[in-house]
């Protein structure tokens, strides 16, 4: 078992930004790699950001290309997402979810774990 939590999210003004983490528990954080979705109301989860095990492999969906940077600190168990420039589209609960299989990084089916989430609101 492995536990998340996220935290960092609130409110920011249209441009800003925000960094989010999320703090794992249990079994070997070393083993899972770890991605960022989210959920805005009515809509379905969708794909943010993704990062390997050791962290040296990334992956971003087009949305969020070039203003998120994902990254991990194995030595604290921890997973941290750096948002810039934010727009209020961004507006969503984010989550952060684990697996240790490399396959469709970009479906929340092929994740294990989850954390609660954190609400982002980004004002215009």
């Known amino acids: 078992q492995v536990q998340l939590v996220e935290s960092g999210g609130g409110l920011v003004q249209a441009g800003g930004s925000l960094s989010l983490s999320c703090a794992a528990s249990g079994r070997a954080f070393s083993n899972y790699h770890m991605a960022w979705f989210r959920q805005a109301p009515g809509k379905e989860r969708e794909f943010v950001a993704h990062i390997s095990k050791t962290g040296g492999s990334t992956y971003y969906a087009d949305s969020v290309k070039g203003r998120f940077t994902i990254s991990r600190d194995n030595a604290k168990n921890m997973v941290y997402l750096r948002m810039n420039s934010l727009k209020p589209e961004d507006t969503a609960v984010y989550y952060c979810?684990?697996?240790?299989?490399?396959?469709?990084?970009?479906?929340?089916?092929?994740?294990?774990?989850w954390g609660q989430g954190t609400q982002v609101t980004v004002s215009s």
């Open positions: 979810g684990a697996h240790d299989s490399w396959n469709n990084v970009a479906l929340m089916t092929s994740y294990d774990y």
